[in-house]
Every structure is written in C-alpha cells, then in structure tokens.
C-alpha cells in the first residue's frame, strides 16, 4: 500500500480499481488479526456535523494502530470562530500527522487539502461519503467471497452515500440499479463520473421503479430519506419516497440469498422496516463494525 502513502481521500474516485481491493484485503488481514501494524501518530478529527459511527470507529481504530486522536470540535476551537480554513489547515498540518474532516461543502475540503501536506480524509460531506462505502464494499466482499459482477440496488435519496456508492461499484466490477423518486436522482455529474470509471465492466443504471431494480439484485441498500440538513423537508419526503422503503414485499423480488445493508443511522419504519432490519438476510450490524476495520486499513495506507 505504499502508493498510498501522503495522499488525500476526499472522493472514492481518488483510488483505483487495485487500491481499493488492497484496501479491503488489508483491512480483512487486520481483522481477522492475520496481522497487527503499528501507526503511533496523532488523528485529528475535524467534524462540523453530529457523528456516531464515523467518529467512534476512526478513534478506535486510530488507538489500536496505536496512536492518538485530539477531538477539534468546531464549537471550541478558533475554527468555530471564523479563523479562515487555511490558517486552520496550515497550524494543524504542523501539529497531527492526518486530518479525518465531516463538512458540509466538499470545497471545505478541498480546501483544507490543499493548504495542509497531511492525509486528508473526507469523513462525509455533502457531496460523498467514501469511506462508509469502503467499510459496504468490505462488508459485501465477507459475504460472497468476490465483488465483480454482483449486483447492488441503492434505494432512496439520491445523497451523498449514493454518490460514493456509485464510485465504488463501478471501481470494484459490480452493478448498481438506484431507484429514486425523479426529482431526487444522483447528480448528473457524478453519475457520469461513475460510468466512465465503470467502463465496460459494469453498469449504473438509474430508474424510478423500485421493483425493477430490486429484481435479481444481490445486495439491497438504503439510506434515510432526509440527510443531516434537511430536516426542514423530512416529513414531506415520506409520501414520495414510500414505495422505495425496503420490507419483506420488497425483498421478495431480490436474488435468493440477498442481503440488506443501511449505513445508519435508520428511521425504521420509514425507508426500512424493523422485520427487514433484525431479519436474517440483514447485514447491517456486520457493515456498522466494517467501518472501523476499513478505516483502520486506510489511516495505515495513507501514513
């Protein structure tokens, strides 16, 4: 993994079809505890938005590479403030050895990256999410023992999870079908992004028809309706997104042998029910855990 070493991850598209098979046989290795690396460097997290999973799993994994995490909580740090992000990136590049930074504008980011020569890693922003889809990616690959020519049906909100979700099939050989309500599709520009990563290995096919996408799929993934931020819309949303929610009816149109994912956190009842969440083909709770075992890979690669 030493081409990864000092790079940035603000998008999934930032590694390759190799790289991300590297990541997710070395993040097995540590899992299974075929090995144990050392990384006693210091993680500075950088979140300008609530966080369970992602903050718990980097700091975890970050102390049992054996180093350290410093918590820059916007409300109590200068940045918070209005200190410019770049003389926030330009101090911090000289105290922590890697940034794992959740915004809300990707340019924050980018941003950041540019003014700091540490490891940036995009911890969730608006625009994607890559490194819930490492852990999904990992999660999937544990559960069918390969990732090409599988397919992934990604019901729901067209959001960032789907951004990266898209990114991420098409590096890895599968096939995605998102089935959203119209006005709520993928950016345009990412989905072109992912076809032309996906090439002739794998399509990304985009339909409003829920049932149509579920048929044949191996692999039934949702998300909640209205991200962080769009609380304002969330009970509007409901009647729209309806027919997308993920329950037994549903299911039954999957491949035999399916499985359901969520990166949560889940508003049961809504985009899934609890009968389809605590059912056996559920894999979510296996996905939740992935989190710290992908980014444990990615903090050793990346340092």
């Known amino acids: 993994m030493g081409a990864l070493k000092g790079r940035d991850l603000l998008s999934l598209a930032d590694l390759n079809a190799d790289e991300v098979q590297e990541l997710l046989d070395l993040a097995i290795q540590m899992k299974t505890g075929q090995i144990a690396p050392e990384c006693r460097k210091v993680l500075g997290l950088l979140f300008y938005k609530a966080s369970t999973r992602t903050r718990v799993s980097f700091s975890v994994a970050m102390y049992q590479l054996g180093g350290q995490v410093i918590d820059l909580n916007p409300n109590v740090t200068q940045v918070g403030r209005g200190e410019p992000l770049a003389d926030t990136a330009r101090v911090l590049d000289r105290y922590v050895d890697i940034m794992a930074i959740r915004t809300f504008d990707q340019a924050d980011l980018e941003m950041f990256a540019q003014y700091a020569h540490i490891p940036v890693i995009n911890a969730l922003s608006d625009l994607e999410h890559p490194c819930q889809i490492l852990a999904d990616l990992l999660t999937i690959q544990e559960c069918f023992g390969s990732l090409e020519s599988l397919t992934v049906t990604y019901l729901g909100d067209g959001n960032n999870v789907a951004h990266s979700l898209m990114l991420g099939c098409a590096l890895t050989g599968m096939h995605l079908n998102v089935a ?51 609380e304002d819309s969330a009970e509007s949303r409901i009647p729209l997104f309806q027919p997308y929610q993920v329950n037994a009816e549903l299911m039954q149109y999957a491949a035999p042998g399916a499985i359901v994912l969520h990166c949560l956190p889940a508003h049961r009842g809504e985009e899934i029910t609890d009968e389809v969440m605590e059912g056996p083909q559920s894999r979510i709770w296996d996905q939740a855990e992935n989190r710290m075992h992908a980014q444990k890979a990615l903090l050793y690669s990346l340092l």
């Open 180 to 230: 959203t309500p119209s006005d709520f599709q993928p950016q345009a520009a990412v989905v072109a992004q992912a076809r032309a990563l996906a090439g002739d290995r794998s399509e990304v096919g985009l339909t409003d028809d829920p049932v149509a996408a579920v048929k044949g799929a191996h692999v039934i993934y949702t998300d909640v309706w209205a991200s962080m931020g769009q």
